[in-house]
């Protein structure tokens, strides 16, 4: 008997690799596996499973797009559990927004409305270390102003540390997907000197509020920082805003065993 509703629309079942992939990612997050550690064997898996091998390695190739798994290969190998990488976030997160058409701009909208609450929790929470790595931050975003791809570098662990020190780990994971689709380098932004002297003081003032532990004055400095930074794309680079956000490229095994 169909178990579809008469004259109603025909449900479509999801595919059994899919369903093997959303069980074998159930089965590791209720053992509680740790990256590095290896699931069973190609022929446990397929009897544990009650699949062939064709569906296996389609569930295990969704898994690893997916992040959560990487397929060793060689005698030795077999599929590692693995933490995704906030990279490879940003690379489904940045299909999904180029399917639906989402420009740089939107990218800032975003980022004026969420970035100054990160910053104010940052003056409240962050620890002496996170301290320590925004002041680091901070110090070689100066020693690089001469090397604009340097001085960018520092000017995103800048960034990155303050999400850090929000202490909201969702916080940190958004902002580091959003601002590999939103690298403004990539799609041809450069900053002159006089840009980045801005850069350095808005930084300035942002630092100088969180070590006060200063909330507001860590927003309202973010804010202006951010403002700025639209003010100067409308002026030199007025239509990358319009233009589409780009697609990041997805975390390789290679590039995985670099970082």
Do not use: C
Not at 75 to 103: C, F, T, Y
């Amino acid at each position: 008997m169909s178990s579809n509703p008469p004259n109603g629309p025909r449900l479509r079942r999801p595919k059994m690799s899919v369903l093997v992939a959303e069980a074998i990612g159930d089965e590791i997050f209720r053992r509680g596996l740790e990256p590095g550690e290896m699931l069973p064997n190609e022929a446990q898996m397929m009897e544990d499973f009650g699949v062939g091998r064709g569906t296996l390695r389609e569930a295990l190739r969704l898994l690893e797009a997916q992040g959560l798994v990487h397929v060793r290969t060689g005698p030795a190998g077999g599929p590692v559990v693995q933490r995704p990488e906030v990279d490879q976030v940003a690379h489904l997160l940045s299909i999904m927004l180029r399917g639906w058409g989402v420009s740089f701009e939107e990218i800032l909208d975003a980022r004026e409305i969420y970035e100054p609450s990160v910053a104010a929790m940052a003056a409240v929470s962050s620890t002496d270390e996170d301290l320590a790595h925004i002041q680091e931050a901070q110090d070689d975003l100066v020693r690089a102003f001469d090397d604009e791809d340097a001085f960018l570098a520092a000017n995103r662990d800048f960034h990155a540390a303050i999400a850090t020190g929000s202490g909201n780990r969702l916080l940190r994971a958004f902002w580091a997907a959003i601002s590999a689709i939103s690298d403004g380098h990539e799609t041809g932004i450069h900053y002159d000197a006089r840009a980045r002297k801005g850069i350095v003081e808005a930084h300035r003032r942002i630092h100088e509020s969180i070590i006060a532990r200063d909330a507001d004055g860590a927003r309202d400095a973010m804010s202006d920082h951010l403002r700025a930074q639209r003010k100067f794309l409308q002026r030199y680079y007025p239509a990358v805003l319009s233009r589409a956000v780009r697609v990041v490229p997805p975390v390789t095994g290679s590039s995985r065993g670099q970082r």
